[in-house]
């Protein structure tokens, strides 16, 4: 007898997705009773902070779009097989790609030359740093992995020398550029009081039309053009893919670049979009939430926006959380984190021979049934 | 000052910055030689360093902290080896999974019991490991014995041969009658064991208390520095010397210029030990090949 049935598909794509993130989240309540708190309080703070008004709205959203980037570019190298752990590194990259550009334009030409262009430059650098890592995985055998790790650290040091010594504002005590103000994108709460709703002022700006544009793009690029049939047939089993005429080496170099290029956007949002000016660590951890954030959202755009959505809750209603409860701070959010990307990613089977019993159970006794009947 | 002293007090220096990246290698060593993905070693230390500073701070005790230690490092270890033996998971996904969750639940933890923003009280110098009369304390000379273990147990012991031969070839163990699962998981422990006195070291005895994400990416270094190493207990251990020694200069070179060259940026030799190791795994100084079922879940054939 084959013991494994196979799901339907709405228990495989939903019901399972959904017990390992519930999993996670149970975990994490127990982390909060432990830390003496009440869980059912933590999220009624949680979500007040995150979803209460229209600042916290927009709070929430900005968070949100820097996870959609991250997690669309893990998950497009997910599926041509590949393991980009450098987001990290690529938005921070990213970020400076775009303020390069602004810190050059931004006197030259008008806003709606800069901001295209300052676009582009993150996606470039961006694309460039982790075309590296794909280029060395695809012609010289080295592993993605540990080169993306390694060059999340490049990338660093790269930026505090460049922001120590030669960005670094003339007469600033603290390692930030000169502010550009011309090449920053339109607030979407200033586009709101513009035309007459009442909302309050948040960072929120127009890269998360940028970033729901990315995923509409990712998911017409991977399901609906041969050279996303290329790359999931790449990811599913190279030697078929060979077999299919693909060129394996070229196809990771390209996933890569717009692996990394789409996790350099992040820069648009924090650069371009708040804070007109490059500094230091403005990335900082999106490039793991990215990895969460896919692995919970199935590397399908629309699961990426859901899990954006509920990372950005976390991040902003953390934030508040930390107010109404002391012993709960934004290292709360990075634990969650954690055991998503446990519970959906690496221990992602362990629900289901629970949810399979019951299926297998159903499936023997409809077998049963035919075989008794005339 | 004369130019032995110098030496000396190098020497000395890199001793005590690469102790924990010796000891996560040789940790890594096992875990990797075994065939499973060792990413996590920065969240067993991050993770053992929290709980090693906060034992002492409690008790006072340092070798109840080191015990301690080991035994958090341990249990992420055997979190690792259920999620990547017993359910064949993704082994680099779960190793950063260790890592995030140990950067957040240290902090967390440490809020709550301590009430200092995520940092442990400053210990005394009775809970702590405290340098012995050679200038090193107990833990550094631990980690110069952990190397010579380590390669007797792999190139000497019957158990190395198998750990060796199951990285290569699971299947070949598997059919003699071992049981893959078991000498994985044991591959995983010893990893526990040596990325707890990693991080015994990195809080009670390099510092006197935790501070936030203090591995600091150490546990990358060692990572890297095995690789570098090829998987080898000594060229890795020459390889976190090595590291050790760009750590222990970056400091001192801070704003000397060098003839001939200028000041070279402290950023630059910060960043050498990864570059140096994305050169290396490129094949352009000598060739790392990895173990070769690394990463692969072994499924048992019916």
Redesign the interface.
């Known amino acids: 007898m084959n013991a494994r049935t196979k799901l339907p598909l709405w228990v495989d794509i939903g019901v399972i997705p959904i017990a390992n993130v519930l999993l996670a989240f149970a975990v994490a309540g127990l982390v909060v009773l432990a830390v003496g708190a009440s869980p059912l309080e933590a999220v009624k703070s949680l979500i007040a902070g995150s979803l209460g008004d229209s600042e916290a709205v927009g709070y929430t959203l900005y968070y949100t779009t820097n996870f959609i980037f991250t997690g669309l570019a893990v998950a497009v190298a997910f599926h041509a097989g590949l393991f980009n752990i450098g987001g990290e590194g690529q938005a921070y990259l990213g970020g400076l790609g775009a303020g390069l550009a602004a810190l050059a334009l931004d006197h030259a030409v008008p806003s709606y030359v800069a901001i295209p262009l300052g676009v582009a430059g993150a996606a470039a650098i961006g694309a460039l740093w982790a075309a590296i890592p794909g280029y060395l995985q695809a012609y010289r055998g080295s592993h993605i992995v540990i080169t993306t790790i390694m060059f999340n650290f490049i990338a660093a040091a790269i930026m505090v020398y460049l922001m120590v010594n030669v960005l670094i504002a003339p007469g600033s005590m603290s390692p930030e550029s000169r502010e550009f103000s011309t090449a920053a994108l339109p607030v979407v709460s200033d586009i709101l009081n513009g035309m007459g709703f009442a909302v309050d002022q948040s960072p929120l700006n127009l890269s998360l039309v940028l970033a729901l544009l990315c995923c509409v793009g990712v998911w017409l690029l991977i399901w609906h053009t041969p050279f996303g049939y290329d790359v999931r047939t790449l990811g599913f089993n190279p030697n078929a893919a060979v077999y299919a005429g693909v060129d394996p080496k070229r196809l990771t170099v390209i996933v890569m670049c717009i692996s990394g290029a789409l996790a350099g956007l992040v820069g648009v949002n924090e650069i371009l979009g708040v804070h007109h000016r490059l500094l230091l660590d403005f990335a900082a951890g999106y490039g793991f939430g990215g990895i969460a954030v896919a692995l919970m959202g199935r590397n399908h755009p629309l699961g990426i926006v859901l899990a954006s959505l509920l990372f950005g809750i976390l991040q902003q209603g953390g934030t508040e959380l930390s107010f109404d409860m002391p012993m709960i701070t934004r290292d709360m959010v990075v634990a969650i984190q954690g055991l998503v990307i446990l519970f959906s990613g690496a221990l992602a089977n362990l629900p289901r021979p629970w949810l399979e019993a019951p299926f297998l159970w159903l499936a023997q006794r409809r077998t049963a049934a035919t075989e008794e009947g005339p | 000052m004369d130019w032995l002293a110098i030496a000396f007090q190098t020497f000395s220096a890199t001793l005590r910055v690469a102790t924990p990246l010796i000891l996560c290698a040789m940790g890594g060593l096992f875990s990797e030689r075994s065939g499973i993905?060792d990413?996590g070693l920065e969240g067993k230390m991050l993770a053992s360093a929290f709980a090693a500073a906060a034992i002492a701070a409690v008790t006072g005790s340092p070798w109840l902290a080191l015990g301690g230690a080991v035994a958090v490092s341990c249990a992420m270890a055997l979190?690792h080896g259920?999620?990547?033996i017993t359910?064949?998971?993704?082994?680099?996904?779960?190793g950063?999974?260790?890592?995030?969750?140990?950067?957040?639940?240290t902090?967390?933890?440490g809020?709550?019991w301590f009430q200092a923003g995520?940092q442990t009280p400053s210990l005394a110098n009775s809970a702590r490991f405290m340098p012995l009369a050679g200038g090193f304390s107990i833990l550094v000379y631990v980690a110069l014995a952990v190397v010579a273990l380590t390669w007797w147990v792999v190139a000497r012991t019957r158990f190395g041969l198998r750990l060796r031969a199951v990285g290569e070839a699971p299947a070949a163990i598997d059919a003699a009658g071992i049981s893959v699962t078991w000498l994985r998981y044991r591959a995983l422990l010893i990893c526990g064991v040596f990325t707890g006195i990693a991080g015994t070291y990195l809080s009670i005895s390099q510092n006197a208390n935790f501070s936030?994400d203090m591995s600091a990416?150490q546990g990358?270094i060692a990572?890297?520095a095995l690789?570098f190493g090829k998987w080898r207990p000594l060229p890795a251990f020459g390889a976190c010397l090595v590291f050790g020694l760009l750590d222990a200069v970056a400091i001192r070179l801070q704003g000397v210029s060098v003839a001939g060259i200028g000041e070279i940026?402290v950023?630059?030799i910060?960043?050498l030990p990864?570059?140096l190791?994305?050169i290396l795994?490129?094949?352009l100084i000598g060739k790392a090949v990895?173990p070769k079922a690394i990463g692969v879940p072994y499924e048992k054939e019916h």
């Open positions: 993905i990413v979190l259920f999620a990547c359910h064949r998971g993704n082994q680099v996904v779960s950063v999974a260790i890592n995030i969750l140990a950067s957040g639940l902090v967390v933890f809020i709550a995520g936030k990416g990358y990572l890297a690789i940026p950023q630059f910060q960043a990864y570059v190791t994305v795994l490129a094949g990895a």
